[in-house]
T-cell receptor, first 113, second 113 residues
């Protein structure tokens, strides 16, 4: 069975500071990995995904994530936080058979002026 | 183009009543997923369809929950004898096929009094 953990249910950063949201997964088969963002009162929106190939993945709004198989991690980063980045972020994993889609519990990002 | 739509956006019902939640996926998407999201948690997988058939319903919590997708497009999630613990946001997502990016609808907020 697959699982996803996100260290830190709430992360606060200052505007302009580095954003680092952690995601670790467990999977018995090569995974596909996703980061979704959920703004208040809105639906989930895909930020970026890793399926195969280059392990550093770039997404929308300046976010990127790196798949590290040895660490079973897929941490999300952004060099400089903006106030508009305040939202809930979810890491998710699916096995490469297209089944067992599992979301992490989420990390709420606050950006302080 | 049109995204995933869900109706109603809000549903308030009394304990013991029957409810139906509707999902209109993106046209041409063969895979359709239902999730449940409780406050402060990540989406919890319920069921997914590949075409008309339920490929995996292992996430349905009990036999009060049932979902159909008779023509391979619109899906309805049905909950019988609702309980207060069923209160949550029910999310629907669709993708071109299993394993591809999922596009989420805005959700239906169900409140059972």
């Amino acid at each position: 069975a697959q699982s996803v953990t996100q260290l830190g249910s709430h992360v606060s950063v200052s505007e302009g500071a580095l954003v680092l949201l952690r995601c670790n997964y467990s999977s018995s088969v090569p995974p596909y990995l996703f980061w979704y963002v959920q703004y208040p009162n809105q639906g989930l929106q895909l930020l970026l995904k890793y399926t195969t190939g280059a392990t550093l993945v770039k997404g929308i709004n300046g976010f990127e994530a790196e798949f590290k198989k040895s660490e079973t991690s897929f941490h999300l980063t952004k060099p400089s936080a903006h106030m508009s980045d305040a939202a809930e972020y979810f890491c998710a994993v699916i096995d490469n058979y297209g089944q067992n889609f599992v979301f992490g519990p989420g990390t709420r990002l606050s950006v302080l002026p | 183009g049109a995204g995933v739509s869900q109706t109603p956006s809000n549903k308030v019902t009394e304990k013991g009543k029957y409810v139906e939640l509707r999902c209109d996926p993106i046209s041409g998407h063969t895979a359709l997923y239902w999730y449940r999201q409780s406050l402060g948690q990540g989406p919890e997988f319920l069921i997914y369809f590949q075409g008309t058939g339920a490929a995996d319903d292992s996430g349905l919590p009990n036999d009060r929950f049932f979902a159909v997708r008779p023509e391979g497009s619109v899906s309805t999630l049905k909950i019988q004898r609702t309980e207060r613990g069923d209160s949550a946001v029910y999310l629907c997502a669709s993708s071109l096929s299993l394993g591809n990016e999922q596009f989420f609808g805005p959700g239906t907020r169900l409140t059972v009094l």
